[in-house]
Structures are given as C-alpha cells and as structure tokens.
C-alpha cells in the first residue's frame, strides 16, 4: 500500500493550497480517509476526515469553514483544500487510510488510528 501526498511548499499568509494524496494497491473506496497534521515538536493531529463514498465528512473546529476534505474514488485520490491560511497552518501534513468496519456504515472519525500513512508534505505559511 502506498499514499502519496503532493502539493505541500510555501504560500503567503490569506493564499490557498490544495493537497493532494493518491492511493495505490489500495482499495481506495473501502476505506474513510483522513488528513493530519503536526507541528513541530507536537503529535499529529486529525484536522478532516471524509467517509469511504465521499458522503459524509468531519473537520477539528480549527479548521473549519477553511479547509475542504473531498475524494476522486475514480482516481483513488483524496484531497484537501485549504483557504484563508495563516503562519499557524504551518506543518507537516499527511493522509491516511481508515478501514472502518461495515456495520458502523458511511463514516468516518478524527479520533481513530488508521490502518496506512503517507509519508507527509510540508506546508509553510509565511506573515
């Protein structure tokens, strides 16, 4: 299994970026998938997470109404846009995959530890 993050590099405080994760010998749309985030010297932390259909999606209240988790199934590809940026935004990002059980149906969770990571992509966010 492979995750693969890209769009990560620096933007100015107020810019936009858009990071991208691709999934590969993966089962792309039987897994929920979450972005993290962390800091330097801290743990990661789940900042959105969007259900295996695309149906149903989770932020961490520092995000939201900034950030927007979307997936590609077709293109086993997730996403996350992120607007209004500030120097706070700053960190090392990453995607994974969470193979939430059937029976808890269309979901996902910020709390939950995944089953695969990618290996990160930097953003910096300079004043």
């Known amino acids: 299994v492979q995750l693969q993050e890209s769009g990560g590099g620096s933007v100015q405080s107020g810019g936009s970026l858009r990071l991208s994760c691709t999934a590969s010998?993966?089962?792309?749309?039987?897994?929920?998938m979450v972005w993290f985030r962390q800091f330097p010297g801290k743990e990661r932390e789940a900042v959105a997470c969007?259900?295996?259909?695309?149906?149903?999606?989770l932020y961490t209240d520092s995000v939201k109404g900034r950030f927007t988790i979307s997936r590609d199934n077709a293109k086993n590809t997730l996403y996350l846009q992120r607007n209004s940026l500030q120097p706070e935004d700053t960190a090392v990002y990453y995607c994974?995959?969470?193979?939430?059980?059937?029976?808890?149906?269309?979901?996902?969770?910020?709390?939950?530890?995944?089953?695969?990571w990618g290996q990160g992509t930097q953003v910096t966010v300079s004043s």
């Open positions: 994974a995959a969470d193979r939430v059980a059937n029976w808890y149906g269309d979901t996902c969770g910020l709390t939950r530890v995944p089953n695969y």
């Open positions: 010998r993966l089962a792309f749309d039987d897994f929920a």
């Open positions: 969007v259900s295996a259909t695309g149906g149903y999606t």
